[in-house]
């Protein structure tokens, strides 16, 4: 898989299966040249269920997990209500990598209920050693039982369903850690 060096809701995300046809897109006018001129290269991980796990840290708490399905969302997995609907015709936007298309009311984001993972500890004190304050660590559980962490988003966008959802607000608790360094 490629993938630009940047944010940008997964926008730029290609899946290669093999070689030559990475060789082929990167010698093509539809290659896109990421600002910086990196273009990462990641390993496919077959997931054992089709989602992903984000896990939202704001001043060095783990504030809850968001669960993204990736077979409606495809590589487009950005959790704000703006990433899902395109800015020109307001429709829907049919994710890269979506095996099934997005349905109005159907959510790609849902709340990870009661989720108690030893991989809460290992962001945390990843987040502290980095001195990342607020971010979004995403993971994918592999068919083979693996746990793999594969992005660390240093700033964070919630979603209005999984806010009414969860225990805790995540936009409250930046806000009150946001006061508490202004203080």
């Known amino acids: 898989m490629t ?71 495809g590589f487009q997995l950005c959790p704000a209500d703006a990433c899902a609907i395109d800015p020109i015709t307001r429709e829907l936007i049919m994710p890269p990598g979506a095996t099934i298309a997005p349905v109005a009311g159907q959510q790609l984001f849902s709340l990870r209920e009661d989720f108690d993972h030893s991989i809460i ?10 001195g990342l304050e607020v971010c979004g660590i995403e993971f994918i559980e592999a068919e083979d039982g693996r746990v793999l962490t594969y992005d660390v988003n240093t700033n964070t966008n919630y979603n209005a369903v999984v806010e009414a959802e969860a225990p805790r607000s995540a936009p409250r608790a930046l806000a009150r850690y946001l006061k508490k360094l202004a203080a």
């Open 3 to 73: 993938k630009h060096n940047q944010g940008g809701k997964g926008l730029g995300v290609r899946k290669f299966t093999s070689h030559e046809e990475l060789a082929a897109y990167v010698a093509s006018s539809e290659f896109e040249e990421p600002q910086d001129g990196i273009t990462l290269i990641q390993e496919y991980i077959q997931a054992a269920e089709p989602f992903i796990t984000r896990v939202e840290i704001v001043g060095g708490e783990f504030i809850y997990a968001v669960k993204a399905d990736t077979a409606r969302g």
């Open 121 to 130: 500890e290992k962001y945390l004190e990843f987040a502290r050693r980095t």
